[in-house]
C-alpha cells in the first residue's frame, strides 16, 4: 500500500515572515495526518521553515537545483547546499522551469542522479501542453518525460522517486483534469516505469496529480488506483485550505 503524499509548491510567494506565520497556522491542523505532508518554500524561507518544522510531521522541500557542486552559475543553488540545510526533498522538473528557464530532459536527468547521489528525494514533475494534448500527443510527451528523467537510475533509486503529473494546461488556470483522465495518465506513467523496471518498483513508485488541486476536487482525485498523491500550488499558500487537502 503506498503511503500518500501532498507537496505544497509555494512558488515565488510568501516573505519569510509570511512562511512563519504559514507553518505556525498548518501545524496544528495536520497533527494526525495520516499522509507524508511536504512544504516547499522559496530558498530564503528554507532555513525558517525548516526550523520550524522540526519535530513535526511536516518535511521541507526546495522548489529546484543545480547538478554542479559549485561554479560560475550566479543566481543557482546547489544541491549540496541544500542538504547541508537539512531537507527532504526536491522538486525538479517543473513545467515553469522547463517554460521560462530553459529547463530540458537532461538537465532534469542530471538534477535527479545529483539529488539522489546526496539523498535528497526528487518529485520529479511530467506533463503535457494543451495543444499536445489536443493533438493526442500526451501520452507520447508524459511517457518519453518520465523515460528520460530515468536514464541511469538502478531499479532501487527509481522506487524512491515522487513523480508528478502536472498538465500544464491545468497549472495557475483553474482548469483541472477530471478524475479519470488524470488517472489514466498516472497510468500511463505507472506502465513506463514497469517498462524500466519491473512490476514490483513500478507498484511501490508514487504518482502525484498536479493542476488546481483545492479542498473540492481532492477526495475525487485520491480515490483513483494510479493517484497518490497531489503537488499544490495556490491551494498550499493558505493553512487552512492545505490543511483540507492533507485531511482528505
Not at 27 to 34: A, I, M, T
Request: with cysteine.
Amino acid at each position: 500500500m503506498r503511503r500518500p503524499i501532498i507537496a505544497g509548491n509555494w512558488k515565488m510567494n510568501n516573505t519569510i515572515g509570511d512562511a512563519k506565520e504559514l507553518v505556525e497556522n498548518l501545524k496544528p491542523l495536520v497533527v494526525d495526518s495520516e499522509v507524508d505532508i511536504v512544504v516547499c518554500p522559496t530558498y530564503l524561507s528554507l532555513a525558517k521553515v525548516i526550523e520550524l518544522t522540526n519535530n513535526t510531521s511536516i518535511a521541507v522541500g526546495a522548489q529546484n537545483m543545480h547538478f554542479e557542486e559549485s561554479g560560475a552559475y550566479t543566481g543557482e543553488v546547489a544541491g549540496e547546499m541544500l542538504k547541508e540545510l537539512g531537507l527532504n526533498y526536491v522538486i525538479i522538473g517543473h513545467s515553469e522551469r522547463r517554460q521560462y528557464f530553459n529547463e530540458t530532459d537532461e538537465t532534469v536527468n542530471k538534477k535527479v542522479i545529483k539529488a539522489l547521489k546526496l539523498d535528497l528525494k526528487p518529485i520529479v514533475c511530467v506533463g503535457e501542453t494543451l495543444e499536445e494534448r489536443e493533438q493526442n500527443k500526451a501520452k507520447e510527451i508524459v511517457t518519453t518525460q518520465v523515460k528520460k528523467a530515468l536514464v541511469g537510475l538502478s531499479k532501487e533509486e527509481i522506487s524512491s522517486i515522487v513523480i508528478a503529473y502536472e498538465p500544464i494546461w491545468a497549472i495557475g488556470t483553474g482548469k483541472t483534469a477530471s478524475s479519470e483522465d488524470a488517472n489514466e495518465v498516472c497510468g500511463w506513467i505507472r506502465e513506463e516505469v514497469r517498462e524500466l523496471t519491473d512490476v514490483n518498483i513500478s507498484e511501490k513508485v508514487r504518482i502525484q496529480y498536479g493542476g488546481s488541486v483545492k479542498p473540492n476536487n481532492i477526495k475525487e482525485l485520491m480515490a483513483q488506483p494510479h493517484i497518490d498523491g497531489a503537488l499544490v500550488g495556490g491551494a498550499s499558500l493558505k493553512a487552512d485550505q492545505f490543511a483540507a487537502l492533507v485531511n482528505y
